[in-house]
């Protein structure tokens, strides 16, 4: 939903820093008790920045504590989710299981299509897509002003409107226009979904070759 752009574009901005390992996952984790010098590592040379942080797509949906293990450790936090319609949200999360074999030994348990994956993992492929119940959970932990929803139909239409309110919100320079503001490169396509169906057969086999 935009966010290896929207991790650019704040990356890019003098006054912020995020951090170079995108998808810490760090407080999706049930033990980080004793760890904060191993968290705060990932933020080295952020140098004194404004807004310092990390973009993690797993917290939104996270049913091991992550708002409540954030809420702790940094309760003046400010939060920015990037969504996308979650019927193309479904399509690309199932390719991106599709390329992981839905997380199976072997391809005989993989669904050939989307229907059959939403039949058979029905958790896994709709789950991260129920974004009102989601957001939900957030809100009871955080208050509304401290989060921030972002359209992924924005991002696409008005990216200039969408990084000035996002820099706004984080308390830094909303004039500053970052160099990748307008670039829509391979890297933003990147782990979404294959161009087509052959391609993704291509990328299941060759991922069911390496798992031999």
């Known amino acids: ?22 998808e810490t996952k760090f ?7 004793g760890r904060r010098a191993e968290y705060e590592g990932h933020f080295a040379g952020s140098n004194g920045a404004t807004a310092v942080g990390e ?12 708002a409540e293990r954030i809420r702790q450790w940094i309760p003046d936090v400010r939060l920015f989710v990037s969504l996308r319609n979650p019927v193309d949200q479904i399509w690309s999360h199932y390719w991106h299981l599709l390329r992981q074999n839905f997380h199976q030994d072997t391809a005989c348990f993989v669904p050939a299509t989307v229907e ?24 009871r932990v955080f208050d509304r002003q401290q989060l921030q929803v972002i359209i992924y139909d924005d991002i696409v239409v008005q990216p200039e409107a969408v990084i000035r309110d996002l820099y706004s919100f984080l308390g830094i320079d909303s004039e500053f226009c970052p160099p990748g503001l307008f670039v829509r490169d391979s890297s933003v396509r990147r782990g979404v979904s294959a161009r087509t169906p052959w391609l993704g057969s291509v990328h299941r086999a060759l991922y069911s070759f390496m798992q031999i």
């Open 55 to 66: 973009i993690s797509v797993r917290y939104l949906a996270s049913k091991r504590g992550a």
């Open 1 to 22: 939903a935009g966010t290896t752009w929207l991790a650019r574009c704040l990356d890019e901005h003098p006054d912020a820093f995020v951090t170079p390992v995108k």
């Open 27 to 33: 407080f999706d984790d049930d033990h980080i008790e």
């Open 116 to 139: 059959d994956a939403i039949q058979r993992y029905p958790d896994l492929v709709l789950e991260p897509a129920l974004y009102g119940k989601h957001l939900a959970r957030w809100l």
